[in-house]
């Protein structure tokens, strides 16, 4: 069957640059719903690129690289992980997604009645993450946003039943920063699950959490890593 082709769109962000966007149907497990999301993720690189350096803001770019701004395949399978038994997560009180860009796995679970925060640090996330709500015909608030940089913040409204993650550990500092944020805001007996594409970095995360109070349990998925990462009951 040939796929329809997305329609084209448009968001302007708060700071007035304007993101060429695409709107096309995105089928995750039982859940079928619109997904929209950058045209194309290396134009927009380069259009923003000359926006920073026209105004001589050019160390500030790559923090505000645009990469949320498309679905990342660890993001699409961390959502088809959830949704293969979606059942499992409706006891889970307090549900934190960190780097969350597009939060298809967010949407999922708000899809299902599942109460759920979506964090990250791009002040542009909640713009796509607006606009994919109403897409859906979701309620105003769910998923929540809140700006939270996982690297160097506590999440407040913890400790966390379960923390979702998808290809966060792209940088030689992250794993140690993720196991940081892991002992400030994960409950004992509360739960990481993460996805990652198979980056250099992962294995590492995996043996210094076993080693620091944290059991490990992993499977491939589409290609892509799946760690379940289980904070010990101390005593």
Not at 12 to 22: C, I, M, P, R, V
Not at 104 to 122: C, K, M, Q, W
Request: charged letters at 25%.
């Amino acid at each position: 069957m040939e796929q329809a082709q997305p329609s084209l769109s448009t968001l302007l962000s708060a700071t007035g640059f304007e993101y060429k966007t695409k709107r096309e149907a995105l089928a995750v497990g039982s859940f079928r719903f619109e997904l929209e999301s950058l045209a194309d993720i290396d134009q927009t690189i380069d259009d923003l690129f000359l926006v920073y350096q026209a105004e001589g803001k050019t160390e500030l770019f790559e923090e505000m690289c645009p990469y949320f701004g498309m679905l990342w395949p660890a993001g699409r399978v961390l959502a088809e992980y959830l949704a293969r038994d979606i059942s499992r997560f409706h006891g889970e009180k307090k549900i934190l997604e960190i780097g969350c860009g597009l939060a298809v796995p967010s949407l999922v679970l708000a899809r299902h009645g599942i109460g759920v925060f979506a964090t990250d640090v791009h002040p542009d996330v909640p713009l796509f993450l607006k606009r994919n709500r109403e897409l859906n015909a979701l309620r105003e608030n769910e998923p929540r946003f809140v700006a939270i940089d996982w690297r160097e913040d506590r999440a407040e409204g913890g400790p966390w039943d379960l923390i979702l993650a998808s290809d966060v550990l792209y940088d030689k500092t992250q794993p140690a920063s993720l196991l940081a944020f892991l002992q400030r805001s994960l409950r004992p007996g509360g739960k990481l699950i993460l996805a990652d594409p198979g980056r250099t970095y992962v294995q590492g995360f995996f043996e210094e959490a076993a080693k620091n109070g944290f059991s490990v349990q992993t499977e491939g998925l589409y290609g892509v890593l799946i760690g379940e990462v289980t904070r010990n009951v101390i005593g």
